[in-house]
């Protein structure tokens, strides 16, 4: 392990194919079990005009709205009885009100109280939702976590002064620890591919990452290449999941923008287990909407544990661990309900 101080920064033993980070390699995995669900039949809920991706929290299903919906940014329903509660983050320019947020995917529960984290792209700010109340009172409580460098992206709070950040140089995508806006440590997820592109290449960089706290590990995810990253960030476990001979940058440059093959587009995490959304679709496919949807579930030590097949088309998902309910919506916004308790059953029991 090489250090170096001012910054401080840590280099792993990882290996590069085709232009990007790639780690040690679980590649052709195969899956311990497969479930095979029947269509979800009618759906269990018609979202709002514009919802585009769902989330469980807690007691709740949050629906986060295209981005260019003109009035509210999230709706709040009652997962008992999938009823709606309330319209979130107000579109504006206010102290109150947003431009163009994100949902980190990380929200923490305080004395009874649901705070969830969100980053504005447009002011540069990371903000602290406090749901609960913002769901009993008039408007949004929200609380300013800091005010960042636009050119860099926060994605996860560590702790009141500690974030981790997507970050870029000239050549490099990364990922960072930032402490007190200086970072600490930082880990190359693409290696010399802005060198030579072209602009309209870029939208094929987008990636998601998720952090576990409990693990201290952050699972990315690029839509755009057959793989899952697994990166430890108090170790040297950094890990690269794939179920075929992953594709590499090189490849992807040469497509269009309509031949181009998406693959993990939708992820959710628990302590336990990584759930990812696979598509395996050409963008030009898409429209046409796929009969059926793969969820594939790996554990944090990168072992493929199951895969569920949907025979109905979803675009997003999330899981409902307490009643073992995998809710999916798909492009009508209409969500669906499928009973996965042999499956979170069978996964537990792999622990």
């Known amino acids: 392990m090489l250090i170096i101080f001012a910054p401080l920064i840590f280099f792993f033993g990882c290996r590069e194919q085709g232009g990007m980070f790639i780690g040690k390699g679980k590649y052709g995995l195969k899956f311990e079990q497969e479930y095979i669900m029947p ?3 009618d759906p269990v809920l018609e979202l709002l005009p514009g919802g585009q991706a769902i989330y469980i929290i807690d007691t709740l299903l949050l629906a986060q709205h295209r981005y260019r919906h003109p009035a509210y940014h999230m709706d709040i329903y009652s997962l008992n009885n999938l009823t709606h509660r309330k319209s979130i983050l107000r579109r504006g320019r206010g102290p109150d009100e947003v431009l163009f947020t994100d949902y ?4 923490e ?3 009874d ?6 980053f504005d792209l447009n002011t540069a700010r990371f903000l602290k939702i406090n749901l609960t109340q913002s769901i009993q009172s008039g408007g949004d409580i929200i609380e300013l976590i800091s005010q960042i460098d636009p050119e860099k992206s926060p994605y996860f709070i560590i702790d009141n002064d500690t974030f981790i950040y997507s970050t870029y140089n000239r050549n490099d995508q990364s990922i960072s620890l930032m402490k007190n806006d200086i970072s600490w440590r930082n880990q190359v997820v693409y290696k010399n591919i802005y060198k030579e592109m072209a602009p309209n290449d870029y939208y094929k960089l987008r990636y998601s990452l998720l952090y576990n706290k409990k693990e201290k590990k952050v699972c990315l995810t690029p839509s755009y290449i057959d793989q899952i990253q697994i990166i430890d960030l108090e170790g040297n476990n950094d890990m690269v999941l ?5 594709n590499n940058w090189e490849t992807i440059r040469q497509e269009d923008v309509l031949s181009a093959t998406v693959f993990y587009t939708s992820t959710r995490i628990t302590d336990d287990f990584i759930f990812a959304l696979y598509q395996n679709q050409k963008v030009m496919e898409l429209e046409s909407a796929p009969k059926e949807t793969e969820i594939h579930i790996f554990n944090w030590s990168g072992d493929a544990i199951a895969s569920i097949r949907l025979a109905d088309y979803i675009t997003s998902f999330d899981v409902d661990m307490k009643n073992k309910i995998l809710y999916g919506l798909n492009n009508l916004e209409q969500v669906y309900a499928y009973d996965i308790s042999s499956c979170l059953d069978y996964a537990q029991q792999k622990l």
């Open 39 to 41: 269509s979800g039949g």
């Open 104 to 107: 980190a995917g990380q929200y």
């Open 109 to 111: 529960k305080i004395k």
């Open 113 to 118: 109280e649901i705070w969830m984290y969100f």
């Open 242 to 246: 794939s179920t075929v001979k992953s």
